[in-house]
């Protein structure tokens, strides 16, 4: 009997450890490489920038037996803002994955936590004012997941960039393309005297 439990306690140890062998880490490269994909390809928009955009967001999608990835599903997001630079990324893993041998499809989750590099007094307002406005994203219906994978978090920060306001116009002054000419008056023309010649008559002298 205890030789049987022995070898029982064998078989599933041998076992585990192939398990443990067929689902190394699942991405190409490991768990360094895919945060370091993630940390340099996740750019955060214009949109998560001006509103000083953080939270915690789980994604989903199945991955096929040649690495290829579909069906990304937000499965719980902060806001809806976080969403769209996670779906961009998770595209241009597209033969990374590893999945279990035997498996035609495997299902993954994998949180993002998203925040701001070095937070500010500048920042602060407009962290306030997300966290009133945000619009969580949370799944409503149920998803069916085959065999799944939590995966660890990755932690992405970006820089918060204020809202750029509009500087107004310089005043310039109208220019004038008809200038009312000054009241000038007509130069004087040049007047001219004549002198007009006075004749005397002659004088006849008589020389008697």
Do not use: C
């Amino acid at each position: 009997m205890k030789k049987l439990f022995l070898v029982l306690i064998a078989t599933l140890s041998f076992t585990f450890a192939m398990a443990q062998a067929e689902m190394d880490f699942p991405f190409q490269g490991g768990n360094k490489v895919m945060n370091d994909y993630f940390t340099n390809h996740i750019q955060a928009t214009e949109v998560m920038k001006q509103r000083a955009a953080s939270g915690t967001v789980v994604m989903k999608f199945t991955s096929d037996d040649k690495g290829n990835i579909s069906k990304i599903v937000a499965y719980y997001a902060d806001d809806a803002s976080l969403v769209e630079p996670l779906i961009a990324a998770l595209k241009g893993t597209d033969g990374k994955w590893i999945i279990p041998n035997k498996r035609k499809s495997y299902d993954f989750l994998i949180p993002f936590s998203i925040s701001l590099d070095a937070p500010n007094a500048k920042s602060a307002k407009q962290m306030l004012a997300y966290y009133n406005s945000r619009q969580p994203i949370t799944a409503t219906d149920m998803i069916p997941l085959d065999l799944v994978s939590l995966l660890p978090a990755v932690k992405i920060k970006y820089t918060y960039e204020p809202p750029v306001t509009a500087k107004p116009a310089p005043a310039v002054d109208p220019v004038i393309t008809n200038p009312t000419p000054t009241d000038t008056k007509p130069a004087a023309k040049p007047t001219t005297k004549k002198t007009s010649a006075t004749t005397k008559p002659a004088v006849v002298k008589d020389g008697n």
